[in-house]
């Protein structure tokens, strides 16, 4: 059997908008490096999952969202093929989430807006993707397979193959 094609997707998001989730439902033995805080955990290091669609081996890392991870970020994002920004629909756009907008277009990217807790009362999808231009806006919930599946799916076939190999062993 030839090996899949690989393709390397970073998952980025402000602080609780839901990567953590995102990775653990697309991949269930997904592994990740928390911290206990307020309410909850916070990722301190990254996420790692893996899924395969269409043939495609997807190498999916989320990174931490709080902002004095940026080294951590930095040393994630390297040779990504292509990402995810998953935004809490649940609030107003924060302006950690415009940077981290406007740095993947200024690193010329591909990449796709995920729409996270979009079924609360203070959602505002529509509103909210109107902040991200031309760039393709899914509204998916990081709790459920199918939707996020999809829309991973069609975003990443646009994508090439990864160049270098990746291995993925966990
Ligand atoms: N209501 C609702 N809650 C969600 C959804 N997705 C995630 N959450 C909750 O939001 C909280 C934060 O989720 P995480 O997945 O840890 O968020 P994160 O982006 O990884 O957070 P950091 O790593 O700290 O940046 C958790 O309590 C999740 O259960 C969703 O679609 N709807
Ligand atoms: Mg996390």
Known sequence: MPEPIKQKIVIFGAFGAGKTT???TIDPN???????CAGGTTTVALDFGRVELEGRQLHIYGTPGQERFEFAREIIAKGMDGAVLLVDAGSP???FTRHLYE???SAKVPFVVFL???EGKESVPTAISAEFGTTPVWIVSAMERKPCLDALCKFTMTLPAHVNGLTGKR
């Not at 997904?30 to 206990?36: G, M, P, Q």
């Open 22 to 24: 995102l990775i653990k």
């Open 30 to 36: 997904s592994t990740h490096i928390e911290a206990n």
């Open 93 to 95: 756009v924060d302006e």
């Open 103 to 105: 740095s993947l277009i």
């Open 116 to 118: 996270n807790k979009c």
